[in-house]
């Protein structure tokens, strides 16, 4: 389940890149459309909250708390991930993962495989102090395919 969030996450990128390309062509627009996403692991509680009615469905802790605001906190589409992500997924998931940090030269370089502060690596915006020591990365790949099932004929 947490390669799932993954993948839907780097979908989700994906598509709105579709969008936003689409849009340029269409209006000739410069503006690029972007979403944030944030995901961090966690077994929260979810459940109905307000009018029935609604159908008002709220998640609530410390995992939907964090990852929202990993969302606040990334910028230009990126998706961030929690340490404790990377480190509840199986191996052979994990070796099919690219995650990194902005360099700390302020280039557009990625040190891989490594974790930064929150408070590091945030846009400009204010990260509250109860997350500003959280170690976060960046998703820069994703291969959707495991490399040695597919050696072996699998998917």
């Not at 269409?26 to 307000?50: A, F, P």
């Not at 495989?113 to 170690?135: C, G, M, N, Y």
């Amino acid at each position: 389940y947490l390669f799932n969030a993954l993948a839907a996450a780097q979908q989700t990128r994906d598509a709105m890149r579709q969008v936003s390309r689409r849009w340029h062509k269409r209006k000739s627009w410069d503006i690029e459309l972007t979403m944030n996403v944030g995901i961090d692991e966690g077994q929260e509680w979810m459940g109905g909250v307000g009018s029935a009615a609604l159908g008002a469905v709220r998640v609530l802790g410390d995992a939907p708390d964090r990852a929202e605001q990993l969302s606040r906190s990334s910028r230009l589409g990126t998706i961030l991930l929690t340490r404790s992500l990377i480190g509840k997924l199986p191996p052979e998931d994990l070796q099919r993962v690219t995650y990194g940090v902005p360099a700390p030269d302020g280039s557009e370089a990625r040190v891989l495989f490594t974790f930064a502060r929150l408070e590091e690596i945030a846009s400009p915006s204010t990260v509250p102090a109860r997350f500003a020591d959280l170690a976060v990365a960046e998703l820069l790949d994703l291969k959707t395919t495991n490399p040695e099932a597919a050696a072996h004929g699998a998917p």
